[in-house]
Structures are given as structure tokens and as C-alpha cells.
């Protein structure tokens, strides 16, 4: 089965920073995309970055640009998400999420088609 499971969430101060990681089963990051998420209560589900199979070329949502940074451990089957000069604004419930799509942008959720459950990452102010 086809699995992803987040962790790393929790509490930061505004300014600070944060690593989340999602360690995936059950197929290679060679083959699927990786997309990271997030919802605050009452809002849409938004995307946050992907990164590509095979390259692993990146993509950023404009209101992290320049704050975090995708990466990926192919060995460890393991993508993390850095989020550095964190904001009250970026609490939410982050999940990451796989897609056989090959994409170009960040995704919209539907185009995902495995998810973790996800883990809550607050910034206090």
C-alpha cells in the first residue's frame, strides 16, 4: 500500500523554524511526486510546495518562496519541508501527499492521490 506519514509538527514562535518530514511506503520518489499542504481551521485545503520525481525540481507557493525549502532523501524514502522565519499565518495542518501526475506548478489538492493524515504546526505571535 501506498503510504505517507508526516512528522516534525508542533509549536514556534514567530521568526523561528521548523523541519517536517514525510517518510513514504509502498513506492519509489523516483516515480511520484511529493506535494506538501496545508489547511488553518476554515479554510481550504492550500498548496504549499512539490517536488518532482526523478530531478526533483522544485516548486514554491508565493507566500513561502524564499522561506522554505524542499528537499528530498531518495534512500530514506524521506521528504522534508524546512520552514524557516516562520508567521502566525502559516499555523495550519500540514500534510504532504503523492501523485503519479508528473507536475510543473504546485498543485491544487485534487491532483494528489495518497495522503498522510497530517500534523499540526503552530506559530505563536
Known amino acids: 500500500q501506498k503510504q505517507l506519514v508526516e512528522s516534525g509538527g508542533g509549536l514556534v514562535q514567530t521568526g523561528g523554524s521548523l523541519t517536517l518530514s514525510c517518510v513514504v511506503s509502498?513506492?519509489?520518489?523516483?516515480?511520484?511526486?511529493i506535494g506538501w499542504f496545508r489547511q488553518a481551521p476554515g479554510k481550504e485545503r492550500e498548496g504549499v510546495s512539490l517536488?518532482?520525481?526523478?530531478?526533483?525540481?522544485?516548486y514554491y507557493a508565493d507566500f513561502v518562496e524564499g522561506r522554505f525549502t524542499l528537499s528530498r532523501d531518495n534512500a530514506r524514502r524521506t521528504v522534508y519541508l524546512q520552514m524557516n522565519s516562520l508567521k502566525p499565518e502559516d499555523t495550519g495542518t500540514y500534510y504532504c501527499?503523492?501523485?503519479?501526475?508528473?507536475?510543473?506548478?504546485?498543485?491544487?489538492?485534487?491532483?494528489?492521490?495518497?495522503w498522510g493524515k497530517g500534523i499540526l504546526v503552530t506559530v505563536s505571535s
Open positions: 501527499a503523492a501523485t503519479g501526475f508528473r507536475l510543473v506548478a504546485v498543485p491544487t489538492a485534487d491532483l494528489m492521490d495518497v
Open positions: 517536488i518532482n520525481a526523478g530531478d526533483g525540481d522544485t
Open positions: 509502498g513506492f519509489s520518489l523516483d516515480d511520484y511526486d
